[in-house]
C-alpha cells in the first residue's frame, strides 16, 4: 500500500507570499498524482491532476509539479481565498487509491 | 454536466448496515469511461477513499474495509450504491460519491451519516 505524507501539517503565510506544499510518497508514484482544495463545508476541488496540469478553471497561480516520490504544489502568490487545507492523491496501478492528510494553509 | 447526488439514511445504529445511493444526472452512467466511486470523511479529518465500481460490475475497494464493504451499481436507475456493514461510531462521517479515472473530477455535495444508538 502507498502512503502518501503531506507537509507541513499547517503552513501559516500572508496573502501574496508564495506556498509549497509537499506530498512525499512511500514508493516511486506514476504521475497519477492530483491536488485538491477543501474549504470548510465545501466539497473537495481538484485543482491539478497528473502532477502537473491544472483542472478546468483553475488560475495560474497554482502550479504541480514532481515526480517519484516528491510532489509538490505551489501557489505562486496567495489571495484571501487560497487559505484552505490541501490534499494530494494517488491512484495505483492495482487501483487503490489513497490521499495524503493534507496540509492545513492558514492566515498568517 | 455531469452531476451526481447522494441519498440515504443519516442516522444508522451500532452493528447495523451504512446504506447510500448515488445518483447520477448528464448521461447515461454506462456510457461514460470512469469509475465511480465513494470517499468519507470523518468530521475535522481528512479525506478515505472506500471503494470503486464500473459501469459493468468490476470493483476495488480500500484494503482496510474490504470486508465490510459492497458497491453495486444499477445501469437502470442510473445510479450506484454503498453498503458498509457492522458499523460503529468510527463510521460517523461525511460520505462522498464522486466520478473518476485517476483523480476524482466531478463530487455529489455529500451526505453526513451519524452512527449513533
Known amino acids: 500500500e502507498i502512503v502518501l505524507t503531506q507537509s507541513p501539517a499547517t503552513l501559516s503565510l500572508s496573502p501574496g507570499e508564495r506556498a509549497t506544499l509537499s506530498c512525499r510518497a512511500s514508493?516511486?508514484?506514476?504521475?497519477?498524482l492530483a491536488w485538491y482544495q477543501q474549504k470548510p463545508g465545501q466539497t473537495p476541488r481538484l485543482l491539478i491532476y497528473?502532477?502537473?496540469n491544472r483542472a478546468t478553471g483553475i488560475p495560474a497561480r497554482f502550479g504541480g509539479s514532481g515526480s517519484g516520490t516528491d510532489f509538490t504544489l505551489t501557489i505562486s502568490s496567495l489571495e484571501p481565498e487560497d487559505f484552505a487545507i490541501y490534499y494530494c492523491?494517488?491512484?495505483?496501478?492495482?487501483?487503490?487509491?489513497?490521499f495524503g492528510q493534507g496540509t492545513r494553509l492558514e492566515i498568517k | 454536466q455531469l452531476q451526481l447526488q447522494e441519498s440515504g439514511p443519516g442516522l444508522v445504529k451500532p452493528s447495523e448496515t451504512l446504506s447510500l445511493a448515488c445518483d447520477v444526472f448528464?448521461?447515461?452512467?454506462?456510457?461514460?469511461?470512469?469509475?465511480w466511486g465513494w470517499i468519507r470523511q470523518p468530521p475535522g479529518k481528512g479525506l478515505e477513499w472506500i471503494g470503486s465500481?464500473?459501469?459493468?460490475?468490476?470493483?476495488y475497494y480500500n484494503p482496510s474495509l474490504r470486508s465490510r464493504v459492497t458497491l453495486s451499481v444499477d445501469t437502470s436507475r442510473n445510479q450506484f450504491s454503498l453498503k458498509l456493514t457492522s458499523v460503529t461510531a468510527a463510521d460517523t462521517a461525511v460520505y462522498y460519491c464522486?466520478?473518476?479515472?485517476?483523480?476524482?473530477?466531478?463530487w455529489g455535495p455529500g451526505t453526513l451519516v451519524t452512527v449513533s444508538s
Open positions: 497528473d502532477a502537473s
Open positions: 514508493q516511486s508514484l506514476s504521475n497519477y
Open positions: 492523491q494517488h491512484r495505483s496501478a492495482w487501483r487503490e487509491i489513497t
Open positions: 464522486a466520478s473518476h479515472r485517476n483523480f476524482f473530477d466531478n
Open positions: 465500481i464500473y459501469s459493468t460490475g468490476i470493483t
Open positions: 448528464g448521461g447515461s452512467i454506462s456510457t461514460f469511461t470512469y469509475f
